[in-house]
């Protein structure tokens, strides 16, 4: 039996072949059925994976991808997939998912994707039984990169944070005041703009008024979030890099919150492997 399990956000997807002998990590340009058109999908998959599975056949196929959510778009990627491999059986599931399987595999839990945008739910260890709406970085994502920058940027550019950051930031980044809201109201591609700042925000953790900024925002994804599952008796895990990386602010506000926290992860490809594997 060969595996061949992916994890698909709109900018990458992480591969895995996995055989009784071997694991073998591959990437990918990020492929999104809802942005992407067939054509796109089938370039990606003939000219970006295949030739580095070279003669491997899969057995078995388990994608999880961002824009997945059933009916017509899993039908069309689940074709685009039998073109480049007949023999395999295939099976297409969201991302939030594959999320709450690789952080909880067969255990109850909440499951929360952390990265450019944000998503949540409650899994019973078999399947999602409720999900908040995460609505996007203009009314929601709260918790994610685009909310992190957002809330940043919000607080720079009203003297919150001081002139010496401002000055740093500006000079960091080549910009300033018209050019930053140019970026972000008439570029495309604004969330990953504002999440692409996160490393900036993330070296400047130890200015005070920045930490404040950073723990108010995740305690508004607790609030509007987590919050409205059972996480009384239910543990929270997270994935993404906003996730991995901001986690120690992560458990403090968890802490102050009474949320139990559980596994943080940088991506689930590892997760999922373990839980096909131990399926099988």
Known sequence: ????????????????????????????????????????????????????????????????????????????????????FQQAHIMIESDLLGAARSLCKYDRGIAAILGTGCNSCYYDGSKIIANIPPLGYILGDEGSGASLGKAFLRALLRNELGNELLKEFYTAHDTDYHKLITRIYREPSANRFLASLSPFIASHLDNVAVHRVVTETFATFFDNHIMRYDYINTPLHLTGSIAYYYKHIIDEVAQRKGVEIGTITRTPIEGLITYHTSKT
């Open 1 to 84: 039996m060969i595996l061949l399990i992916a994890d698909s956000g709109s900018t990458t997807t992480d591969w895995a072949v996995v055989s009784d002998t071997y694991t073998r990590h591959i990437k990918t340009t990020g492929i999104n059925p809802v942005h992407q058109d067939d054509t796109t999908i089938d370039c990606i998959i003939a000219q970006g994976l295949c030739p580095q599975v070279d003669n491997i056949s899969p057995t078995h196929i388990y994608f999880y991808g961002a824009g997945c959510v059933g009916g017509a778009t899993n039908m069309r990627l689940l074709d685009i997939l039998h073109r480049h």
